[in-house]
């Protein structure tokens, strides 16, 4: 059954620590997303990759980082140097350039100390 | 400079009755459109889109109307039923873009 691995589901740690919340995705689709939620406001997007060991910038890159080493998974890094890191994460998969909407993991809640 | 608008946080619905979230825009260069649906807690899952040449795509109890010249699109919901109540996202993507701007988002309460 294919689909997107959000994990873990709530995740908590202490200020100043870096954390990484995992995606892996098993639908072999080429592009893969990050993006944030936070009450009352739609998702944004943080970075995304549309092919292996390529990714670009969203709209609130800063302190985040990620890798893309195999295309079925796509690592998100929340440093130290985010100022407000709590908040509900969402990775995303489509393939590349089609029409095909994103698909949603079911997410990653971050709650810091 | 926020994109994608969605001017209503909540509605409440009675059971059966039509359900309209409405969503506007400012980017003239979007050209696809999508409606999301969420529960808490959960991802975003994917309910119907159009396509800037359409002005009305219907599937089953959902039908997305755009308007391009007022930039605006909706989402008609009916019958409603209590399933549907969630938060609901519309989303806009431009030609040869694969990254999608999100509006704030509309929590649909559908009453027995």
């Known amino acids: 059954d294919g689909g997107i691995t959000q994990s873990p589901k709530y995740l908590f740690r202490k200020e100043g620590q870096n954390v990484t919340l995992s995606c892996e995705q098993n639908l072999n689709h080429d592009a893969m997303y990050w993006y944030r939620q936070d009450p009352g406001q739609g998702l944004r997007l943080i970075y995304y990759s549309q092919i292996v060991n390529d990714f670009q910038k969203g709209d609130i890159a800063e302190g985040y980082s990620v890798s893309r080493e195999k295309k079925e998974s796509f690592p998100l890094t929340v440093t130290s140097a985010q100022k407000n890191p709590t908040a509900f994460y969402l990775c995303?998969?489509?393939?590349?350039?089609?029409?095909?909407?994103?698909?949603f993991g079911d997410g990653t809640r971050l709650s810091i100390l | 400079d926020q994109q994608v608008k969605q001017n209503s946080p909540s509605l409440s619905v009675q059971e059966g009755r039509i359900s309209i979230l409405n969503c506007d825009y400012t980017?003239?260069?979007?050209?696809?459109f999508l409606w999301y649906k969420k529960y808490p807690a959960e991802g975003p899952t994917f309910l119907i889109s159009?396509?800037?040449?359409?002005d009305k795509n219907e599937d089953g109890r959902f039908t997305v109307f755009l308007n391009k010249s007022a930039k605006h699109l909706s989402l008609h919901i009916v019958p409603s039923q209590p399933g549907d109540s969630a938060v609901y996202f519309c989303?806009?993507?431009?030609?040869?873009?694969?990254?999608?701007?999100f509006g704030t988002g509309t929590r649909l309460t559908i009453i027995p």
């Open positions: 989303a806009a993507r431009g030609a040869g873009n694969e990254k999608l701007t």
């Open positions: 159009i396509s800037s040449i359409k």
């Open positions: 980017n003239s260069m979007f050209d696809y």
């Open positions: 995303a998969s489509t393939p590349f350039y089609s029409n095909q909407p994103q698909h």
